[in-house]
């Protein structure tokens, strides 16, 4: 039974820096073709890719938040981390890890296919 | 980047209504496209990943279809559960990128 947990705080100053941590179980990042996601979604706006980490450790990341974001693994614990630096008020809202995985050979073969329940972050002095 | 247009961004629909939701892209992705499903307060749940394939466990009245940059998902018989917001989802290249959603509610 594949499941994730996202973790973190619940309310960041802003100019901090956000940490959060997703574990998941029911699955290996050693295991090729396995990877997890990150992805969040303001209140009552769509959804926004944020970053993915693949079992070799590859890491590829959104275009407009590239330069804050930092994704990591610790397969031996079934941890992945995400940080994001210099947290705005825009930045609130919920976070969700998602397993992404290969369903063929191509590069394009991937889909979300487990998700954590989300963890909502506020940002605010 | 990829952009993602999905319409209508709202509708309103009946039990037992056929109902469609188109997604385009800005490019061509082949099939690399993906469809969620997202009820208030849960997680998204995926419907359909490569265009047309079916998710284990998801209802059979949900289908989906296309390649390149138009691509449709499709409720045959819409169900009280289907109330939700439908998203799409190109996996074709980095940054991976949605749709800004279809919201499917009740007439």
């Known amino acids: 039974q594949v499941t994730l947990r996202e973790s973190g705080p619940a309310l960041v100053n802003p100019i901090q820096t956000l940490t959060l941590s997703c574990t998941f179980s029911g699955f290996s990042l050693n295991t090729p073709g396995m990877c997890v996601s990150w992805i969040r979604q303001p209140p009552g706006k769509a959804l926004e890719w944020l970053a993915l980490i693949d079992w070799d450790d590859s890491k590829y990341y959104s275009t407009s938040l590239k330069a804050r974001l930092a994704i990591s693994k610790d397969a031996s614990k079934n941890q992945v981390v995400l940080t994001m630096t210099i947290m705005e008020p825009v930045d609130a809202g919920t976070y969700y890890c998602?397993?992404?995985?290969?369903?063929?050979?191509?590069?394009?073969?991937?889909?979300?296919?487990?998700w954590g329940q989300g963890t909502l972050v506020a940002v605010s002095s | 980047d990829i952009q993602m247009t999905q319409s209508p961004s709202s509708l309103s629909a009946s039990v037992g209504d056929r109902v469609t939701i188109t997604c385009r892209a800005s490019?061509?992705?082949?099939?690399?496209l993906n469809w969620f499903q997202q009820k208030p307060g849960k997680a998204p749940k995926v419907l359909i990943y490569?265009?047309?394939n079916l998710e284990s466990g998801v209802p059979s009245r949900f289908s989906g279809s296309g390649s390149g940059t138009h691509f449709i998902l499709t409720i045959s018989s819409l169900q009280p559960e289907d109330f939700a917001i439908y998203y799409c989802q190109q996996s074709h290249s980095i940054p991976l990128t949605f749709g800004g959603g279809t919201k499917v509610e009740i007439k």
């Open positions: 490569a265009a047309s």
């Open positions: 998602a397993r992404t995985r290969y369903y063929g050979s191509g590069h394009g073969s991937t889909y979300f296919d487990f």
């Open positions: 490019q061509r992705i082949s099939v690399n």
